[in-house]
Each structure stands twice: as structure tokens, then as C-alpha cells.
């Protein structure tokens, strides 16, 4: 397109997209820090669950079931990787979700632990074997581009993660039962 309105083309440089340009691999030892940084057990398959919030009470969701959807997505998600021995899901908090009210309906898991809710997800998704999320975020793209197994629950009722369910890129459970089949 700028070639076509007349700027030269040594005039240009192609960039790439600042955000995805971070999403190299990281080495062995770095997501061995990780790992350990999240208190992630030694030979556990390390699942990041990238939480979000329902937004209650905005103009968007007046009047939805959508907040209602997300709670059920969260609560299959934290009910499977308890279910799932030799897993550990490492919740990362939206930063502006209510943390307290996410550990609460976490509960007491025996296989889940909490990031802080204001890191840098990106590198979490680079040291992870598996990525869940709820919604078609940014953070799907990365975990997609870092070439990780990416879980994206589309229950019934949910209408927000339609391109990557239509993508056949990600898996798409559609019930807790299949949450759990695929943390399997």
C-alpha cells in the first residue's frame, strides 16, 4: 500500500509486531527459573490459565448470562485440574479482575497456585506445556505463536471466542467433563 502511494521502498523497514516479537522460545534454564518462580512441582505439566472477569454491572452485559458463562468456564477449570493428577495450573489474574473473589472459587486446590496478577504473561506462556483461556485475548495469539496447546472452553451460551473455535487451532470443550478430558 505505501509502495503505491510513492514512498520508496528503501525507505521502509519492516518491523514486525512489537508485542508477538517477544514470543521467541526461551532456553532450558530459563523456564526452569519459571517454573520454579511459580512453585510449579518438578515434572509436572505446567497448565497457564490466562483468568478474566465478567465485567457485572457494565452496559455490555446487562441483561446477559455472560458473566454467569464465565464463572462456569472458571469453576470447570479449577474442578478439572483438581481432578487431573500430575498437572498444576498456574492461574495469571486479569489485572483488573477481583483476585480475592478468583482464589475463593479456586478454592483450596491442591493443584493450582496463583501469579501475580500484574506480571508479564507472555513469559508465562513461553515456559507452559498448556495454555487455557476463556476469551479470544492477545494472550491466545501468543500462545498460539509460541506453538503451545492452547484450550479455549466455548459453553453453551458463549458467543466471544467464535475465531478460534471456527480456526480448528485450539481445543474446544464445551462441558467440564471435557475439560478434564482434555487436561488428561
Not at 54 to 79: C, W
Request: aromatic share 8%; proline share 5%.
Amino acid at each position: 500500500v505505501l509502495l503505491d502511494h510513492g514512498v520508496p521502498g528503501e525507505r521502509m523497514v519492516i518491523t514486525g509486531s512489537p508485542r508477538h516479537d517477544k514470543m521467541n522460545p526461551i532456553n532450558d534454564i530459563e523456564k526452569v527459573q519459571i517454573r520454579s518462580q511459580l512453585g510449579i512441582p518438578e515434572g509436572a505439566v505446567f497448565v497457564l490459565f490466562a483468568s478474566v472477569y465478567g465485567h457485572e454491572g457494565t452496559k455490555v452485559f446487562e441483561n446477559s448470562k455472560f458473566p454467569n458463562v464465565i464463572s462456569e468456564m472458571k469453576d470447570a477449570t479449577f474442578q478439572a485440574a483438581n481432578l487431573v493428577d500430575g498437572i498444576c495450573l498456574v492461574v495469571k489474574p486479569h489485572p483488573l479482575e477481583d483476585v480475592n473473589k478468583t482464589k475463593r472459587m479456586a478454592g483450596k486446590g491442591r493443584n493450582i497456585r496463583f501469579a501475580d496478577q500484574n506480571a508479564d504473561i507472555r513469559e508465562m506462556i513461553k515456559a507452559c506445556d498448556v495454555f487455557v483461556a476463556v476469551t479470544g485475548s492477545t494472550t491466545v495469539t501468543d500462545a498460539l505463536i509460541a506453538n503451545k496447546l492452547t484450550i479455549i472452553p466455548v459453553f453453551p451460551g458463549w458467543a466471544w471466542s467464535k475465531q478460534f473455535e471456527k480456526s480448528g487451532a485450539v481445543l474446544v470443550p464445551r462441558s467440564a467433563e471435557e475439560i478434564t478430558h482434555y487436561l488428561r
